[in-house]
């Protein structure tokens, strides 16, 4: 059975970069391309990054020179860290291989 777990989330403190991180099980995913999404309150589900199993990346442009996608085959886990705080980057992030969601975890930046 696929799953993805995702863990790290929590509140974002000034100066200190916080990264999720997104365990897969089930199967072997190192060859497929894996994904964050987040959904703040009141809003779609967006993408925010993906990394190919080349170790390409795509950023969506608000985040782009302030987040970091990055992957350890070996342990099927994808990571994002997070090196900027702002409001809007509080919502539900959540991982995505091949249409396997997780369950997400909350981030929250105060004002």
């Known amino acids: ?21 997104c365990s897969a099980s089930g199967r072997d995913f190192s060859r497929n391309a894996m994904e964050w999404y ?15 199993s080349s170790g390409s990346d795509y950023y969506t442009d608000s985040v782009k020179g302030r987040f970091t996608i990055s992957r350890d ?21 959540y991982c995505n291989e091949m249409g396997y969601w997780g369950q997400g975890t909350q981030v929250t930046v105060s004002t």
Do not use: H, W
């Open 1 to 21: 059975q696929v799953q993805l777990v995702e863990s790290g989330g929590g509140l974002v403190q000034p100066g200190r970069p916080l990264t999720l991180s």
């Open 38 to 52: 987040r959904q703040a309150p009141g809003r779609q589900r967006e993408l925010v990054a993906q990394i190919f």
């Open 73 to 93: 085959n070996a342990k099927n886990t994808v990571y994002l860290q997070m090196n900027s705080r702002k409001p809007q980057y509080t919502a539900v992030y």
